[in-house]
């Protein structure tokens, strides 16, 4: 039973992203003016899909963030909910893949 603690706490606290494979981090959009991270829809958006660009408060700034992973998870699941399976888009992830180690040659 310790065993299993600790393997759920090492899991909890450690870098580990649910959902990709090693060496992928997964970032998000966060908005410069009002920090809110938004889905960022110009980067895999189709143009003959409707939503907006930028942020709902209508900046067009942003960063690659980090956020706590309860929250990424909270965050991915509302919207593969909402975009996928209600509203039946293609385009549905809000996570930015960036890879963190070279490929093997």
């Known amino acids: 039973m ?4 600790r393997r759920a706490w ?3 606290t450690d870098d580990h992203v649910v959902g990709t494979t090693p060496g992928v981090a997964r970032y998000f959009s966060r ?3 009002c920090k ?4 960022n829809y110009w980067a895999i958006k189709p143009h003959h ?3 907006r660009v930028g ?8 960063r ?3 956020i706590p992973e309860w929250q990424a998870a909270y965050y991915v699941i509302t919207r593969y909910v909402w975009r996928k399976l209600i509203l039946r888009r293609r385009y549905w992830d809000p996570r930015i893949a960036e890879r963190q180690v070279p490929l093997d040659a």
């Open 2 to 5: 310790l065993t299993l603690l």
């Open 10 to 12: 090492a899991f909890v």
């Open 31 to 33: 908005c410069d003016g």
């Open 36 to 39: 809110r991270v938004f889905m």
């Open 49 to 51: 899909e409707p939503g």
């Open 55 to 62: 942020c709902p408060c209508g900046g067009i700034k942003v």
């Open 64 to 66: 690659l963030c980090r």
